[in-house]
């Protein structure tokens, strides 16, 4: 897997149907990445999210599993 397999095109989700997704199905059937700073993430961040600053995506791709969906916010 290469980088730009991480920026196919694809769809953009509402809030509600994130929540819905979230909601059906177990914490370890999705990649949930928050790409804020660590100080925003400190504050207050959805349950389960892993950060991974915007700026540190190239270098930490092999921490996500790609068979999985992935939502970053």
Same mark, same amino acid.
């Given at each position: 897997?290469? $980088? %730009?397999?991480?920026?196919? !095109?694809?769809?953009?989700?509402?809030?509600?149907? $994130?929540?819905?997704? %979230?909601?059906?199905?177990?914490?370890?059937?999705?990649?949930? $990445?928050?790409?804020?700073?660590?100080?925003?993430?400190?504050?207050?961040?959805? !349950?389960?999210?892993?950060?991974?600053?915007?700026?540190?995506?190239?270098?930490?791709?092999?921490? %996500?599993?790609?068979?999985? !969906?992935? $939502?970053?916010?």
């Amino acid at each position: 897997m290469s $980088i %730009l397999d991480y920026f196919k !095109p694809v769809s953009t989700w509402s809030a509600e149907r $994130i929540r819905k997704f %979230l909601d059906q199905r177990g914490s370890g059937e999705y990649n949930l $990445i928050d790409v804020r700073q660590p100080e925003e993430y400190e504050q207050g961040h959805l !349950p389960g999210a892993q950060l991974i600053p915007v700026g540190e995506l190239p270098n930490r791709l092999a921490e %996500l599993d790609p068979t999985k !969906p992935t $939502i970053v916010y």
